[in-house]
């Protein structure tokens, strides 16, 4: 339960064994590799170095490939899947079979390609069925569409919007001259579309006047036929098209059971570009290969039996203290810590020098939950939640979750128990209901009718926490010979709160004497000047100030307490209201779902802060680099080691 200790590795090999080597440390999963930055520091050495290509573009772009196959075969041939089925598990030796990778990548090529062929048919339709509505308003006109005239007449179709009168238009034509016809063919909600007959000399005058009252000529180049005879063969294209599409979409869904086989090499093309990222930070030459990376300590004999297969030169050195900003942190926590790194991650990772928080964290976080909540419906709900998440093999921060639900749940049901609830008086009112008789659940002490005795236990739990945090600033202090600022940074306070137990406990104030006396002690001796006298009035108002602001953050837990209560109560209250069973079930479900829900997310949140801003602040050191090395990742698989 803490920081791996980490070594850094510097290694030149044989470029013929590059690939090999890159497989071995991917087998491995334990070195993380960057740029042989200490190499190229030398100017000599940098001119001789350049950087390797290991095809990752090509990699990149499979994958993409591969992707987009799998989207096609949801689409088309989606899977019935269980909610929070466990994950496939493949043996390591398949998993990087290449053989089986190339044949889906044939798959994902051909899945691709009849995608892109049902979306030039969709297009296809797009503009046949537009092609269709342009010319559903001519349906009735018995005309060819190429029909321009007789000899001396000529034809024109037009329309108009639908709310100009048919008379304007026909006065507007008339004012050009008098040998015209308009003849409607169709109106509908948006427009009236009309053919004009005019003499050939005079038809460009006709439409130009007529467009003065909204009117647009309508034309159809390159179609023969009646209007009615083009919609005919368009609606027979569509047809054929939906039957092209069928056949295609069938050619998919014929592959449907290659889908599981698909994902798999989905996760072996992002584990091919995990090694290509890391084989293209490797400096070489014609000849040889150079890299730098670091891995757990306590992997150093692995590293070494594997090293030793290849033709290459290595180093193993401890990181300098210079270094240890670049010395990526790796927590080592058991199975009942490792879920705090869900709170730790999304904070930010201890400094390489600094102090693995979770096991500090675990017990107030679980408690602090768990008084929150402090309901024994939920617990369950929460134990629930967490075993089936388990049982999913949920990995990463879903896993982490996983663990946090079963320990938070655990809490959650032991502070109900204390305080009687179990969705809120769901069970005293279910009693009164059918029986009528008065019930409740045995309890030591209940948010309506205790609060003030829960608002000072959260105070005092809070004074522990935060005097915990200082005992570990304390210690971190004293091993890297801060003495003084140990003493009158942290022993100072201490003595200055057992001053105020005695004062009000033992009706002595020597204890708190001492302890004023040593917080002007402290600034006169660690500062320097005038600091020495502003240093006392800092320390006194800064640390009176920040004790009672950090302490008074912890009445959260019993505000969230007892707002949880009273939402569950109130939401049973108006279930009771109507006198039915069924009625108060239902309304009471769904507002202790609402308050379940709410609660769920509001009580981590907050736990967050007080972790965070009121913990974590007394002696965290942040900034570190997440560990990240080369390994196989999966998203659809589980990966069995050999």
């Known amino acids: 339960m803490a920081i791996v200790r980490m070594k850094k590795l510097r290694l030149i090999a044989l470029r013929q064994q590059r690939d090999a080597l890159m497989d071995r440390l991917l087998r491995l999963g334990c070195v993380e590799i960057h740029e042989p930055e200490g190499m190229l520091s030398d100017e000599e050495a940098a001119a001789l170095l350049r950087?390797?290509?290991?095809?990752?573009?090509?990699?990149?772009?499979?994958?993409?490939?591969?992707?987009?196959?799998?989207?096609?075969?949801?689409?088309?041939?989606?899977?019935?899947?269980k909610l929070l089925a466990a994950r496939p598990e493949v043996a390591e030796k398949d998993f990087l079979d290449g053989q089986a990778l190339e044949r889906d990548m044939e798959l994902a090529r051909q899945l691709n390609d009849w995608d892109g062929q049902i979306r030039r048919l969709a297009a296809e339709q797009l503009r046949l069925q537009d092609e269709i509505e342009s010319l559903r308003p001519w349906e009735a006109l018995d005309l060819p569409l190429e029909t321009a005239g007789t000899k001396s007449c000529a034809l024109a179709l037009a329309n108009v919007?639908?709310?100009?009168?048919?008379?304007?238009?026909?006065?507007?034509?008339?004012?050009?001259?008098?040998?015209?016809?308009?003849?409607?063919?169709?109106?509908?909600?948006?427009?009236?579309?009309?053919?004009?007959?005019?003499?050939?000399?005079?038809?460009?005058?006709?439409?130009?006047?007529?467009?003065?009252?909204?009117?647009?000529?309508v034309t159809f180049p390159g179609l023969t036929g009646t209007a009615r005879d083009n919609m005919d063969q368009r609606r027979q294209k569509l047809a054929e098209i939906d039957v092209q599409r069928r056949q295609i979409t069938d050619q998919i869904a014929g592959e449907k059971e290659r889908a599981a086989s698909l994902r798999l090499s989905c996760d072996r093309l992002a584990t091919r570009c995990a090694e290509a990222e890391a084989a293209e930070k490797l400096r070489g030459t014609d000849s040889v290969v150079a890299l730098e990376g670091w891995f757990p300590a306590e992997d150093e004999e692995k590293l070494t039996a594997a090293l030793n297969g290849f033709d290459c030169a290595w180093e193993f050195s401890d990181p300098a203290e210079e270094e240890y900003p670049e010395v990526p942190v790796k927590l080592k926590n058991n199975a009942v810590t490792k879920p705090l790194n869900m709170v730790t991650e999304m904070y930010s990772l201890p400094a390489y020098s600094g102090v693995d928080p979770n096991p500090l964290m675990f017990p107030f976080f679980i408690l602090f939950y768990g008084m929150m909540m402090a309901d024994m419906g939920y617990g369950i709900l929460m134990i629930i939640g967490g075993l089936l998440l388990k049982k999913s093999r949920a990995?990463?921060?879903?896993?982490?979750?996983?663990?946090?639900?079963l320990m938070g749940g655990v809490s959650t049901f032991i502070f109900g128990a204390v305080t009687g609830g179990f969705f809120g008086d769901f069970l005293t009112q279910v009693v009164k209901l059918t029986t009528g008789k008065d019930f409740a659940l045995p309890s030591l002490f209940t948010p309506l009718d205790d609060t003030l005795a829960i608002l000072i236990g959260s105070m005092c739990l809070g004074f522990v926490h935060i005097v915990t945090g200082m005992a570990v600033s304390f210690v971190r202090k004293?091993?890297?010979?801060?003495?003084?600022?140990?003493?009158?940074?942290?022993?100072?306070?201490?003595?200055?709160?057992?001053?105020?137990?005695?004062?009000?406990?033992?009706?002595?104030?020597?204890?708190?004497?001492?302890?004023?006396?040593?917080?002007?002690?402290?600034?006169?001796?660690?500062?320097?000047?005038?600091?020495?006298?502003?240093?006392?009035?800092?320390?006194?108002?800064?640390?009176?100030?920040?004790?009672?602001?950090?302490?008074?953050?912890?009445?959260?837990?019993?505000?969230?307490?007892?707002?949880?209560?009273?939402?569950?109560?109130?939401?049973?209250?108006?279930?009771?209201?109507?006198?039915?069973?069924?009625?108060?079930?239902?309304?009471?479900?769904?507002?202790?779902?609402?308050?379940?829900?709410?609660?769920?997310?509001?009580?981590?949140?907050?736990?967050?802060?007080?972790?965070?801003?009121?913990?974590?602040?007394?002696?965290y050191e942040d900034g570190g680099k997440p560990f990240r090395p080369l390994d196989i990742k999966t998203k659809f698989v589980d990966i069995v080691k050999e």
Request: glycine share 10%.
């Open 161 to 217: 919007p639908a709310a100009v009168d048919m008379e304007s238009v026909a006065d507007a034509a008339e004012s050009a001259t008098e040998l015209v016809q308009l003849v409607l063919v169709s109106q509908d909600e948006q427009q009236k579309c009309f053919a004009v007959i005019a003499l050939k000399e005079e038809m460009g005058g006709v439409l130009d006047a007529m467009r003065t009252v909204g009117c647009t000529p």
């Open 478 to 619: 004293i091993k890297a010979g801060q003495v003084l600022d140990a003493v009158f940074e942290e022993v100072t306070w201490w003595v200055v709160f057992a001053g105020l137990g005695c004062m009000f406990l033992l009706h002595t104030n020597i204890v708190l004497y001492v302890g004023i006396a040593m917080v002007v002690i402290g600034p006169i001796i660690t500062g320097k000047g005038m600091g020495k006298i502003t240093g006392i009035f800092g320390s006194l108002y800064n640390h009176v100030t920040g004790f009672f602001g950090d302490i008074l953050s912890y009445s959260r837990l019993m505000a969230l307490m007892l707002a949880g209560s009273v939402i569950a109560q109130v939401f049973n209250t108006l279930g009771a209201i109507p006198g039915n069973v069924v009625i108060f079930v239902v309304i009471s479900m769904i507002g202790n779902a609402l308050n379940f829900a709410l609660n769920l997310l509001g009580c981590y949140v907050h736990d967050l802060r007080l972790q965070c801003l009121e913990f974590f602040n007394k002696f």
């Open 51 to 81: 950087p390797e290509r290991a095809g990752l573009s090509e990699a990149r772009t499979s994958q993409a490939e591969m992707e987009s196959a799998l989207r096609v075969m949801e689409r088309y041939a989606p899977e019935k899947k």
């Open 395 to 405: 990995r990463g921060m879903m896993g982490y979750m996983a663990g946090l639900l």
